[in-house]
Every structure is written in C-alpha cells, then in structure tokens.
C-alpha cells in the first residue's frame, strides 16, 4: 500500500536554528499538507498546497513557517528561527484529489526545539 | 468554525467488553469522518473513514456509524483486548482539512 514517507523521524534542533522537515508524499497525489500536535494537544492544521502555491493556511502558520516542492517527489515544510513552543510532532499528508478518497497521513517527525 | 469534541476524555475496561467512543462536530456540512488510532509518541494510524452519504463502516472488531444531521459518530470495539489499549482519534473534513477532536484514551486491562 502507498505511503506517506517523512524523515527524520526525530530531529533535536537549538532554539533560533532553522529545521527543514521532509516528506514524500504518494507519487499521484496532487494536494499536500502539513499538520502539527504539540505533546498532549489536538493534531492541528498547518496549510495545504497543489499546483505549487499554498492553497490554505491556518492562523498558526505564520511568516517564520514556509512550504515548498522543491523537485517532484519531495515537499518540505522549513521553520526559520525554531523556538521551544515550535517543539512538537509534524504530520505530513496527501490526497489525490481535494474531497475524495486517498487522503494519507505520513508516520511524522518529532521535534523538539532545546 | 468545525469543532469536534470527543466524550469520554479517557476510559479504562477489562478485557472482553464491548466499547463505544463518541465523537460530535458542529458544522454538519462535511465530506467525511474518519477514526485514528494514536500510539504514545507515534503518529497516526487510520482505522476507518466514512464518506459523508454513507451511515456506517467496518473493520474487523471495529464499527464506526455517522449521523450527519445530528453531528455525532461513535465508534464501536466489540469484545476489547489490552493490545487495543491507544489514543482514539476523531477527524472530520469540510474542506481541505481535517478538523481533530482532542481523543479518547482508552486503556483495556488483562
């Protein structure tokens, strides 16, 4: 079965560094996300992407945040200046279309921001 | 704004006993509802998904119903066994994202 591929799946960052996190999403799907779950909170929306731009953010993805597709297999989520709030679990997911089936979550990259 | 809740909070059962987790959204205009199982520290494992036209789902021992108009789903364990001991998680889809409600931890003893 396809899957969402994410790495690493912990990364130790100092606070005020930049952390690139990666994912390989399922190779014919078109719509990419980023998710967040701070220890012991609910799995929150971060912002969506296709055709190479941000198709919806939430209030939480501010300008230290940034997505990009760099090539046509990989989609990363870059935190400019880490800080210790920034520490949590991130889901990468993908979908083949916006509404319908096929909408599969990565296994998600731990950071934790010292 | 989709707000989902989930009731209980957490839940303990001996082994063997049927259980049913509870899930609400506020906005009924969905495309779907869909469950997840979440080890500590681990990420998310997609148990059952229920398009908005259809009224329930299986897997196994698992069954998950949704009423739309009332804004409710609950998912149904039947005879539970310690290795389903997790975080269960509810998500709904409006729109391009999924809405999560907090969880119910459940903890099934031997």
């Known amino acids: 079965e396809p899957e969402v591929t994410q790495t690493p799946s912990h990364q130790v960052t100092q606070m005020g560094q930049e952390v690139i996190l990666r994912c390989v999403p399922i190779?014919?799907?078109?719509?990419f996300y980023w998710y967040r779950q701070i220890l012991g909170q609910k799995v929150e929306f971060l912002v969506s992407?296709?055709?190479?731009?941000?198709?919806?953010k939430s209030e939480i993805f501010d300008d230290q945040f940034s997505v990009e597709r760099p090539d046509g297999s990989n989609f990363t989520l870059k935190i400019r200046s880490t800080k210790l709030e920034d520490s949590a679990m991130y889901f990468c997911?993908?979908?083949?279309?916006?509404?319908?089936?096929?909408?599969?979550f990565g296994s998600g990259t731990r950071l934790t921001v010292v | 704004k989709q707000e989902v809740t989930q009731i209980p909070a957490a839940l303990s059962v001996p082994e063997g006993e049927n259980l049913v987790l509870n899930c609400s959204f506020t906005?009924?205009?969905?495309?779907?509802l869909q469950w997840f199982r979440q080890d500590p520290g681990k990420g998310l494992t997609s148990l059952l998904l229920?398009?908005?036209?259809?009224r329930e789902q299986t897997s196994g021992r698992l069954n998950a119903s949704l009423d739309k108009s009332s804004g409710r789903s609950t998912l149904y364990i039947a005879a539970s066994q310690p290795g389903d001991s997790a975080t269960y998680l509810c998500?709904?889809?409006?729109?391009?994202?999924?809405?999560f409600g907090p969880g119910t931890r459940l903890s099934v003893l031997p």
């Open positions: 997911a993908s979908s083949e279309v916006s509404t319908g089936f096929g909408y599969t």
């Open positions: 906005d009924s205009a969905i495309y779907n």
């Open positions: 190779s014919n799907h078109l719509y």
């Open positions: 998500a709904v889809r409006a729109g391009q994202n999924f809405v």
């Open positions: 229920i398009q908005s036209s259809q």
């Open positions: 992407f296709y055709n190479n731009e941000i198709s919806e």
